[in-house]
């Protein structure tokens, strides 16, 4: 999102009365605190969508023009969504973050499953192997270090040495064909 319009959103908040966009979630979706954040919330919402602001996101403008459905989406957003996490993080703090890592490692986790399993497809390996392979959870769970450059691998638990190996030379020998081959951008 371009910083410009960031910027507007936050000036909305202000000129608003309001130091930040913080619903309360102690009080009914229909107070007048909470109408307040919800008219702000749309209109910037709608504001950004006009300025293309949601390209990335691929939002379908055809349901800009429903306000119903833009409130429906809005309150399960903030009293359903934003709700459960701020109670799940005033309950166990960290847990949010904690599981935003998670979700992020079995994504990487299921792509790494994609192109491993495309690799061995190409490379003519059994179907055992590549129902073996194509699996998010059959592979190796993995973090970022300390500095945020590179990712440690784990060990997978209960996963016999030879598959480890057997991954392992397989990332390679994937790794080399990317690397040699004249489009390899596009792999």
Not at 47 to 75: C, E, P, W
Not at 122 to 149: C, N, W, Y
């Amino acid at each position: 999102m371009d910083k410009i319009f960031l910027a507007e959103v936050f000036s909305v908040v202000y000129s608003a009365g309001l130091d930040d966009w913080h619903p309360d979630f102690q009080n009914t979706a229909d107070s007048a605190y909470n109408l307040l954040h919800e008219v702000i919330a749309t209109k910037t919402f709608l504001l950004l969508l006009k300025a293309r602001q949601y390209r990335s996101l691929k939002v379908d403008a055809s349901f800009a023009g429903d306000a119903i459905l833009l409130r429906r989406i809005y309150r399960h957003f903030v009293f359903h969504y934003l709700l459960k996490r701020s109670k799940l993080e005033a309950a166990k703090p960290g847990s949010v973050r904690r599981g935003n890592e998670a979700s992020k490692a079995y994504k990487r986790r299921s792509a790494l499953a994609v192109a491993r399993a495309e690799h061995a497809k190409k490379e003519g390996f059994p179907m055992r192997v590549i129902r073996l392979l194509e699996d998010p959870d059959a592979h190796s769970d993995d973090e970022q270090d300390p500095t945020g450059e590179r990712y440690r691998i784990n060990n997978k638990a209960y996963r016999s040495q030879l598959v480890t190996n057997f991954i392992r030379k397989l990332d390679s020998h994937r790794l080399e064909a990317k690397a040699r081959a004249p489009y390899a951008r596009l792999l």
